[in-house]
């Protein structure tokens, strides 16, 4: 099926710039299982989003022309792993108020929630979600919103799909109306999209779902994490403190567990180390893992995918019934949000990343998103900062590119019940 209208991809890693365009094939299948993505091993290059949900509409692409750049730059790390330096997080102004920004239901409240779930014995671990909607003055310029999002992390994948609104827009959380959580209300009025226009899913992830060079197999997932702090001896003990948190190790165990279950199910000489290291992006320090292995015979980059996503990074433990409490508990669908953005040659090799630090724009509407793995011993007021911390990703360069005052750049707090954020 052909789009009426131009689609583009773009994918940047530290190695290379691939960008893609026209639809040569729309693939949309209602899931997206393995069985189904194996048909599309004949094709030239594959390309788009996969959703959260594996019931969910996939927004994959066939293009029709594609070509990949190779980038100089600093080394990288054999997993194509995002490597971020230590650099400091920029200057957090407090006190604004960022009108025109609403949120989709009261995080803190999901959080307790959710809490209230894991003292339940539901689950040991589940990942929640916020979602914030606002409406610009006038269309949002996304080129320059692309450029800033991917110069403020140069170490991470850098995505930019741009489809027609409805088919990436249609089921990805941001059109659906808005369901209550158990608890809560929610005050953001949602618009509606009926122009055959693009819109476009686009940030910078630090997270590698997979790679596949070849029959060799890599995955760097994240779990645990702290906000970096602008004094960099403060900055250096948080690092520390997230080597040694018995909350986050264990939060990124379960990960690292379960990614490991499905590595030794498809592939042979699996490489696991004992412990995760800090990785730094600008705004967060991560507890990450490298872990490879080598594909078995008969196997294929999808079934590795399929099997792999969601993992634990973004829903939970133990993934059913952490996916059914993040259904009962947040507002709208994901979406795109927490799924996986990237492509696949016919041949199997790959590159995935976790659609994170991102956000969808369209015409002079934005969303961000952002989420954070709940444990016990999380609280509502920690996890609502951290996940303040990550919306900033996006929107910060959004507010700058928009020519917005710099105090309205976003830090981190509490939630109004007016439309609008405010902020510390």
């Not at 916020?130 to 140069?154: D, F, S, Y």
């Not at 941001?174 to 953001?188: F, I, K, L, M, Y």
């Not at 995760?276 to 992006?281: C, D, R």
Request: net charge neutral.
């Amino acid at each position: 099926m052909v789009v009426p209208v131009p689609a583009n991809f773009s994918f940047r890693t530290r190695h290379y710039l691939l960008h893609a365009s026209g639809v040569a094939r729309r693939i949309a299948p209602k899931a997206w299982d393995a069985a189904r993505l194996r048909q599309l091993a004949g094709d030239d290059m594959v390309v788009g989003a996969v959703p959260f949900s594996p019931q969910a509409t996939a927004r994959l692409f066939v293009p029709r022309e594609w070509e990949r750049l190779q980038r100089p730059g600093a080394e990288l790390d054999d997993e194509g792993a995002a490597l971020a330096p230590a650099t400091h997080a920029p200057t957090m102004q407090h006190g604004a108020r960022l009108d025109g920004f609403d949120e989709r239901g009261d995080f803190r409240t999901t959080v307790a929630r959710g809490l209230e779930a894991i003292a339940a014995g539901d689950v040991d671990k589940v990942v929640l979600s916020r979602q914030v909607v606002g409406t610009m003055p006038r269309p949002i310029p996304t080129g320059r919103l692309r450029e800033k999002l991917w110069a403020a992390n140069p170490y991470a994948y850098g995505y930019d799909l741009a489809l027609d609104a409805p088919w990436l827009l249609g089921r990805a959380g941001v059109e659906a109306p808005t369901r209550a959580p158990e608890g809560a209300s929610c005050h953001a009025s949602l618009p509606a999209h009926t122009r055959e226009d693009l819109a476009h899913l686009l940030g910078a992830s630090p997270e590698l779902v997979l790679k596949v060079s070849g029959r060799t197999v890599s995955t760097f997932p994240l779990a645990g994490s702290i906000p970096r702090s602008q004094d960099p001896a403060e900055d250096a003990r948080r690092a520390d403190f997230l080597r040694s948190s018995h909350k986050n190790l264990a939060e990124h165990a379960h990960v690292t567990a379960d990614i490991a279950r499905v590595l030794r199910s498809f592939c042979t000489d699996v490489d696991i180390p004992d412990g995760p290291e800090v990785l730094a992006t600008p705004v967060i320090w991560h507890l990450g893992t490298h872990m490879r292995g080598t594909l078995k015979p008969g196997v294929s980059s999808w079934d590795v995918l399929c099997a792999l996503h969601p993992t634990p990074a973004v829903s939970g433990w133990p993934q059913a019934p952490a996916r059914e409490v993040i259904r009962r508990l947040e507002p709208t669908p994901r979406g795109v949000f927490a799924g996986v953005v990237g492509w696949c040659e016919a041949g199997g090799d790959c590159e995935w990343a976790m659609t994170l630090r991102g956000g969808i724009t369209h015409d002079r509407t934005a969303y961000a998103f952002a989420g954070a793995g709940i444990v016990a011993g999380s609280t509502p007021e920690e996890e609502y900062r951290e996940t303040t911390t990550k919306l900033s990703t996006f929107l910060n360069p959004l507010l700058q590119v928009m020519g917005r005052p710099h105090h309205e750049t976003l830090c981190g707090a509490r939630s109004a019940p007016n439309p609008g954020l405010e902020l510390y």
